[in-house]
């Protein structure tokens, strides 16, 4: 970026700045002040035409919640996925993507601003506030209109910005959207009817998600394997409804919540014309609540289901942990159980993708359009004895996302093994669709190396991911941090340093269930320093604070 750029962008951050104070002090309207930033940030929308072209591309984001990659079919998984894999075939399938927390709403928040979680500062689920059954955790704030966001970006520009799906950032009012489709606005107050009807009936037949009422039929098996670890359950009881009633969602999938979404996307799509837009579809899915409408619940058998190989494969320090507890609860019959629903949720999505690609393809505007498909994190899915993502580990499990991208105009049909981040998906988006990124960004764009104008040993060689224990009161304001667990991803090896000191290696080639930690073996020990060398210049760069 070029020096006046980069001038450009630290007036524009400063004129934000004074704006919000002012806006503060006056205590002028969110929409004002979004005008005011806007009229003062014309310059973010004057990068340089991306090669491919004067017409920027579109852009649409499909992002799933806790998809673990392993399990889809262009990764090699159980499920037949032919949609997610069209994407796959036709585009870029990056093998070793990562996020940057395998959790929601930080890993979320790093997607739309390019920072990393300690950065941005949402270091905690966002949770409603107005859901008595969950404590509200510490952090009070989402993302905000100050934020600098992609999207917020390519709107200045021009693009009509649209989100459809499961937001978990708490603030859905922001002025750049064009429209919002969240799972607790307008999808909740759509079912709202239905699902006081469902709280009518008998409390064993439904399931309490966050205020969703769910009817659901649970498997016989699936209850009998429950009844031995009551003492597990009721030490849980925010979430007792969550895992023991997985089973089959008794409404019609056109009611459920990412059809809904898909709805939304398609009928956006086809209303747009030939504008501009960046729409982000957001699947809720296969995230919990662990249930599936018919014909998808009825597509696997649980007694035909193979449990991940690395399954028995566990260590210590997770014994404890939700993940765990779990599945010591409802044993393999209830893991099965599980990934039944868990593989019907992705068929059910691939579904969904299918429509939306068709919808599309009928606009014509397929190719002019930047496809990306990814995940906010993954979900345990029984490796390592455990279910979720509620632990402490950063097994691929988890930390590793699926990650394709689909442009022709611009990339060819590949695999690829670069370390990427969802941290690099802002810097990527903007250089495709011709956007200055601001230079505040902490990812690195990946389009000189999928199209070959850089080379991949002049790539980053490692990929972060974090932990941070959050600290009273609202998490986004910076300061001293405790409780701090890190990783280093990259070159066939993984590092792991845990916020009580302990250690791990783990040889992803040779061990790529991370069944071995090889931390204390002296062979190893030039590999354990050059990552934990990575690890610290990493945190200079970016501004880490012990």
Same mark, same amino acid.
């Given at each position: 970026?070029?020096?006046?750029? &980069?001038? +450009?962008?630290?007036?524009?951050?400063? !004129?934000? /700045?004074? %704006?919000? @104070?002012? *806006? =503060?002090? $006056?205590?002028? #309207? &969110?929409? +004002?002040?979004?005008?005011?930033?806007? !009229?003062? /940030?014309? %310059?973010? @929308?004057? *990068? =340089?035409? $991306?090669?491919? #072209?004067?017409?920027?591309?579109?852009?649409?984001?499909?992002?799933?919640?806790?998809?673990? @990659?392993?399990?889809?079919?262009?990764?090699? #998984?159980?499920?037949?996925?032919?949609?997610?894999?069209?994407?796959?075939?036709?585009?870029?399938?990056?093998?070793?993507?990562?996020?940057?927390?395998?959790?929601?709403?930080?890993?979320?928040?790093?997607?739309?601003?390019?920072?990393?979680?300690?950065?941005?500062?949402?270091?905690?689920?966002?949770?409603?506030?107005?859901?008595?059954?969950?404590?509200?955790?510490?952090?009070?704030?989402?993302?905000?209109?100050?934020?600098?966001?992609?999207?917020?970006?390519?709107?200045?520009?021009?693009?009509?910005?649209?989100?459809?799906?499961?937001?978990?950032?708490?603030?859905?009012?922001?002025?750049?959207?064009?429209?919002?489709?969240?799972?607790?606005?307008?999808?909740?107050?759509?079912?709202?009817?239905?699902?006081?009807?469902?709280?009518?009936?008998?409390?064993?037949?439904?399931?309490?998600?966050?205020?969703?009422?769910?009817?659901?039929?649970?498997?016989?098996?699936?209850?009998?394997?429950?009844?031995?670890?009551?003492?597990?359950?009721?030490?849980?009881?925010?979430?007792?409804?969550?895992?023991?009633?997985?089973?089959?969602?008794?409404?019609?999938?056109?009611?459920?919540?990412?059809?809904?979404?898909?709805?939304?996307?398609?009928?956006?799509?086809?209303?747009?014309?030939?504008?501009?837009?960046?729409?982000?579809?957001?699947?809720?899915?296969?995230?919990?609540?662990?249930?599936?409408?018919?014909?998808?619940?009825?597509?696997?058998?649980?007694?035909?289901?193979?449990?991940?190989?690395?399954?028995?494969?566990?260590?210590?320090?997770?014994?404890?942990?939700?993940?765990?507890?779990?599945?010591?609860?409802?044993?393999?019959?209830?893991?099965?159980?599980?990934?039944?629903?868990?593989?019907?949720?992705?068929?059910?999505?691939?579904?969904?993708?299918?429509?939306?690609?068709?919808?599309?393809?009928?606009?014509?505007?397929?190719?002019?359009?930047?496809?990306?498909?990814?995940?906010?994190?993954?979900?345990?899915?029984?490796?390592?004895?455990?279910?979720?993502?509620?632990?402490?580990?950063?097994?691929?499990?988890?930390?590793?996302?699926?990650?394709?991208?689909?442009?022709?105009?611009?990339?060819?049909?590949?695999?690829?093994?670069?370390?990427?981040?969802?941290?690099?998906?802002?810097?990527?988006?903007?250089?495709?669709?011709?956007?200055?990124?601001?230079?505040?960004?902490?990812?690195?764009?990946?389009?000189?190396?999928?199209?070959?104008?850089?080379?991949?040993?002049?790539?980053?060689?490692?990929?972060?991911?974090?932990?941070?224990?959050?600290?009273?009161?609202?998490?986004?304001?910076?300061?001293?941090?405790?409780?701090?667990?890190?990783?280093?991803?990259?070159?066939?090896?993984?590092?792991?340093?845990?916020?009580?000191?302990?250690?791990?290696?783990?040889?992803?080639?040779?061990?790529?269930?991370?069944?071995?930690?090889?931390?204390?073996?002296?062979?190893?020990?030039?590999?354990?320093?050059?990552?934990?060398?990575?690890?610290?210049?990493?945190?200079?760069?970016?501004?880490?604070?012990?």
């Amino acid at each position: 970026m070029g020096s006046a750029l &980069r001038g +450009s962008w630290r007036l524009v951050v400063a !004129a934000i /700045g004074m %704006m919000v @104070a002012a *806006g =503060a002090r $006056a205590r002028i #309207g &969110r929409r +004002s002040l979004w005008r005011s930033i806007l !009229a003062s /940030g014309a %310059m973010i @929308a004057v *990068g =340089a035409q $991306a090669a491919v #072209g004067a017409r920027a591309p579109n852009v649409l984001v499909i992002m799933c919640d806790q998809l673990n @990659a392993r399990v889809l079919g262009c990764y090699g #998984g159980p499920v037949q996925t032919p949609n997610i894999d069209r994407i796959a075939r036709e585009g870029v399938l990056l093998r070793n993507a990562s996020c940057p927390w395998p959790v929601c709403s930080p890993s979320r928040a790093t997607i739309v601003t390019g920072l990393y979680p300690h950065s941005h500062g949402i270091t905690y689920n966002v949770m409603r506030r107005d859901y008595p059954a969950v404590p509200a955790p510490p952090t009070e704030e989402g993302i905000k209109v100050t934020d600098v966001t992609t999207e917020g970006i390519l709107h200045a520009a021009g693009y009509s910005t649209h989100f459809y799906g499961k937001w978990h950032l708490l603030d859905d009012d922001l002025p750049y959207y064009t429209d919002m489709f969240t799972e607790h606005g307008a999808y909740a107050r759509e079912m709202a009817p239905a699902f006081d009807a469902v709280r009518k009936t008998g409390r064993d037949s439904w399931m309490d998600w966050y205020g969703w009422a769910l009817p659901v039929s649970i498997d016989s098996r699936y209850r009998e394997a429950l009844v031995a670890a009551e003492s597990i359950w009721s030490a849980r009881a925010p979430h007792l409804d969550f895992v023991k009633k997985m089973g089959r969602l008794e409404m019609p999938p056109s009611k459920s919540f990412d059809v809904r979404v898909a709805d939304k996307v398609i009928d956006c799509i086809r209303s747009m014309g030939g504008g501009r837009f960046m729409i982000t579809c957001s699947f809720n899915a296969p995230h919990d609540p662990n249930v599936a409408p018919s014909p998808y619940y009825e597509m696997f058998d649980p007694a035909a289901i193979a449990l991940p190989t690395d399954s028995d494969a566990r260590e210590p320090r997770h014994e404890k942990s939700w993940s765990r507890q779990m599945v010591l609860g409802f044993g393999r019959e209830g893991l099965r159980e599980f990934l039944r629903v868990y593989y019907a949720m992705v068929r059910m999505i691939d579904d969904q993708v299918g429509r939306i690609l068709a919808a599309l393809g009928e606009s014509g505007q397929t190719d002019s359009t930047v496809i990306v498909f990814t995940a906010d994190h993954g979900d345990m899915a029984g490796g390592h004895g455990m279910v979720w993502k509620s632990n402490s580990s950063f097994y691929d499990e988890i930390v590793r996302v699926p990650l394709l991208i689909r442009y022709p105009p611009l990339f060819r049909p590949q695999e690829c093994d670069l370390e990427a981040n969802l941290v690099d998906l802002m810097p990527t988006l903007l250089e495709i669709t011709g956007r200055t990124c601001p230079p505040t960004a902490q990812g690195q764009s990946l389009v000189p190396f999928l199209t070959g104008r850089k080379a991949a040993s002049e790539a980053r060689r490692f990929a972060f991911c974090e932990r941070v224990t959050p600290g009273k009161g609202n998490t986004r304001q910076r300061g001293e941090r405790a409780g701090a667990s890190f990783m280093v991803r990259g070159q066939g090896w993984k590092y792991i340093r845990y916020a009580d000191a302990g250690e791990a290696l783990y040889d992803l080639r040779n061990d790529p269930g991370e069944t071995k930690n090889r931390i204390g073996e002296v062979a190893c020990a030039p590999r354990k320093r050059a990552m934990a060398d990575a690890l610290e210049e990493w945190q200079g760069r970016t501004d880490w604070r012990q």
